[in-house]
């Protein structure tokens, strides 16, 4: 009896000691031509790195990276001296082992205790051969373009070597469905664009296809990634396919792309760290643009998420600080009817900007000694001369309260365009169109409907061409 009593409790305590091992990560690192070095245990998030550990190998090259609390898991990496690096898995598995030599990683790692990232290894090694086996076919495709017969006969290899990249993937998804792995080359899959039947005699027949092709690119780009799986969040891949999509895929007007913002949000699944992930990339992205008309899209975001209360990350003065922001893009964004201007004028009467009767308005604050002001003021003088005959006029705003040198500037340019004058901005003209800077230009239709904000001299002219060649109303 007391030899049964003490196996049993031999075995409890082997089983209570494994499990308490297996509650925290442990990663036993051999790098052979390495010792008493540093190397860094880190993670991927979004586009960028982030350091999570650090060890120091002994004289053997041996070391283990260890912690009471499992770590999220992703895409991981150790970092070599020298800032080289390589990657495997962090899955529910965190209790193995790994040897490598530095100067040759990619060939000689292997993995002890964790299948799946052997099974990542091979598939890193071939997929990274059938790229370079695919890029010497494109350059040789590239060197033959003045031969018909070889470009025909690359082409053709190029084709079937993609044919085959693709079934290589979708076997290595077909064998990895329950896990990781599985998970993240099915994100990478490649979508497959059907070829569209056009009905003979359609008007504009590759219009109709471009539109049918886009529309289907468009609403099945995410197929192949789980915008729910929070496991992305710590791998490059999430991140690229979001930049991949509001840079390149959707047409860039603030219509198409809200419409699409209210239709990823739901593919997160109410995961709190991808909403909250989605949220601050698209705002950051958005903020930085540079596009006219994407200040639309902030506000969007500002008003569905930031001010709305969703956003419980950011502090009580970054809610403020947006609120003021986003009131000043508010009343300026294109395709609304900009705020009347009624103020005096050069000419001692009283102006209004919707009592002008125009194709087009070209809406410019500056002033008389503004730097940027005094180059671009005589080339608008120059384009107005020759365009004021052809459905143009410029309602100018000055933004300084000294009148003098406003009338004197006006008079020594010979500034012929109304000339509007608010010294105490009764109009609110620097709220209605946020001027915080200058010169700054609007351009306006005949309904006086904002069709271009911030441009520069420059390209007024060649906007305006454009804008009565392809976006006039017959």
Same mark, same amino acid.
């Given at each position: 009896?007391?030899?049964?009593?003490?196996?049993?409790?031999?075995?409890?305590?082997?089983?209570?000691?494994?499990?308490?091992?297996?509650?925290?990560?442990?990663?036993?690192?051999?790098?052979?031509?390495?010792?008493?070095?540093?190397?860094?245990?880190?993670?991927?998030?979004?586009?960028?790195?982030?350091?999570?550990?650090?060890?120091?190998?002994?004289?053997?090259?041996?070391?283990?990276?260890?912690?009471?609390?499992?770590?999220?898991?992703?895409?991981?990496?150790?970092?070599?001296?020298?800032?080289?690096?390589?990657?495997?898995?962090?899955?529910?598995?965190?209790?193995?082992?790994?040897?490598?030599?530095?100067?040759?990683?990619?060939?000689?790692?292997?993995?002890?205790?964790?299948?799946?990232?052997?099974?990542?290894?091979?598939?890193?090694?071939?997929?990274?051969?059938?790229?370079?086996?695919?890029?010497?076919?494109?350059?040789?495709?590239?060197?033959?373009?003045?031969?018909?017969?070889?470009?025909?006969?690359?082409?053709?290899?190029?084709?079937?070597?993609?044919?085959?990249?693709?079934?290589?993937?979708?076997?290595?998804?077909?064998?990895?469905?329950?896990?990781?792995?599985?998970?993240?080359?099915?994100?990478?899959?490649?979508?497959?664009?059907?070829?569209?039947?056009?009905?003979?005699?359609?008007?504009?027949?590759?219009?109709?296809?471009?539109?049918?092709?886009?529309?289907?690119?468009?609403?099945?780009? *995410?197929? =192949?990634?789980?915008?729910?799986?929070?496991? %992305? $969040? @710590?791998?490059?891949? +999430?991140?690229?396919?979001?930049?991949?999509?509001?840079?390149?895929?959707?047409?860039?007007?603030?219509?198409?792309?809200?419409?699409?913002?209210?239709?990823?949000?739901?593919?997160?699944?109410?995961?709190?760290?991808?909403?909250?992930?989605?949220?601050?990339?698209?705002?950051?992205?958005?903020?930085?643009?540079?596009?006219?008309?994407?200040?639309?899209?902030?506000?969007?975001?500002?008003?569905?998420?930031?001010?709305?209360?969703?956003?419980?990350?950011?502090?009580?003065? *970054?809610? =403020?600080?947006?609120?003021?922001?986003?009131? %000043? $893009? @508010?009343?300026?964004? +294109?395709?609304?009817?900009?705020?009347?201007?009624?103020?005096?004028?050069?000419?001692?009467?009283?102006?209004?900007?919707?009592?002008?009767?125009?194709?087009?308005?070209?809406?410019?604050?500056?002033?008389?000694?503004?730097?940027?002001?005094?180059?671009?003021?005589?080339?608008?003088?120059?384009?107005?001369?020759?365009?004021?005959?052809?459905?143009?006029?410029?309602?100018?705003?000055?933004?300084?309260?000294?009148?003098?040198?406003?009338?004197?500037?006006?008079?020594?340019?010979?500034?012929?365009?109304?000339?509007?004058?608010?010294?105490?901005?009764?109009?609110?003209?620097?709220?209605?169109?946020?001027?915080?800077?200058?010169?700054?230009?609007?351009?306006?239709?005949?309904?006086?409907?904002?069709?271009?904000?911030?441009?520069?001299?420059?390209?007024?002219?060649?906007?305006?061409?454009?804008?009565?060649?392809?976006?006039?109303?017959?």
């Amino acid at each position: 009896m007391k030899k049964i009593l003490q196996i049993t409790a031999l075995l409890f305590l082997s089983a209570y000691t494994y499990c308490l091992d297996n509650k925290g990560y442990e990663i036993k690192v051999t790098i052979s031509d390495i010792n008493d070095s540093t190397v860094f245990l880190a993670y991927h998030f979004g586009d960028r790195q982030y350091l999570t550990d650090t060890l120091k190998l002994d004289a053997e090259g041996y070391g283990v990276f260890a912690g009471k609390e499992k770590l999220p898991e992703g895409i991981y990496m150790i970092v070599l001296p020298g800032n080289k690096y390589f990657e495997f898995l962090m899955t529910e598995n965190q209790h193995f082992s790994l040897s490598c030599t530095s100067n040759d990683f990619f060939r000689t790692l292997k993995f002890s205790g964790s299948p799946l990232n052997t099974a990542f290894t091979d598939y890193q090694k071939q997929w990274t051969q059938m790229q370079k086996n695919a890029s010497l076919i494109n350059n040789r495709l590239q060197l033959n373009k003045s031969n018909p017969d070889s470009l025909r006969i690359l082409s053709q290899k190029q084709r079937e070597y993609e044919s085959g990249m693709k079934a290589y993937l979708r076997s290595v998804i077909d064998k990895n469905k329950s896990n990781f792995l599985g998970v993240l080359v099915k994100s990478m899959l490649p979508l497959e664009i059907p070829e569209f039947t056009i009905p003979a005699g359609t008007h504009n027949p590759d219009s109709v296809r471009w539109n049918l092709r886009y529309n289907y690119n468009k609403d099945h780009f *995410f197929d =192949n990634i789980d915008l729910s799986d929070e496991r %992305l $969040l @710590r791998t490059p891949i +999430l991140q690229t396919r979001l930049e991949t999509f509001f840079r390149n895929v959707i047409i860039q007007s603030p219509d198409s792309i809200n419409k699409e913002i209210d239709r990823i949000f739901p593919k997160t699944g109410g995961n709190p760290k991808l909403f909250q992930f989605l949220s601050v990339y698209l705002f950051n992205h958005f903020r930085q643009s540079e596009i006219m008309g994407h200040d639309a899209v902030l506000v969007k975001l500002a008003d569905d998420i930031y001010l709305s209360g969703k956003a419980d990350w950011i502090t009580e003065e *970054f809610r =403020n600080d947006l609120h003021r922001q986003v009131e %000043l $893009l @508010r009343h300026n964004l +294109l395709g609304m009817k900009g705020q009347n201007l009624v103020m005096d004028s050069y000419r001692g009467i009283f102006v209004a900007l919707h009592d002008i009767e125009k194709e087009f308005t070209v809406l410019y604050f500056w002033e008389p000694n503004c730097g940027h002001c005094n180059e671009a003021t005589p080339k608008l003088k120059e384009w107005y001369e020759k365009a004021k005959n052809d459905g143009v006029e410029i309602f100018s705003v000055c933004t300084t309260g000294n009148r003098q040198e406003w009338t004197n500037y006006i008079e020594k340019h010979g500034l012929t365009w109304i000339n509007g004058w608010d010294p105490d901005r009764h109009t609110h003209f620097d709220y209605y169109y946020n001027v915080q800077a200058t010169p700054m230009v609007y351009i306006l239709d005949k309904d006086k409907k904002i069709i271009a904000k911030k441009l520069s001299i420059d390209d007024i002219p060649s906007f305006i061409d454009n804008y009565r060649q392809y976006f006039r109303q017959q």
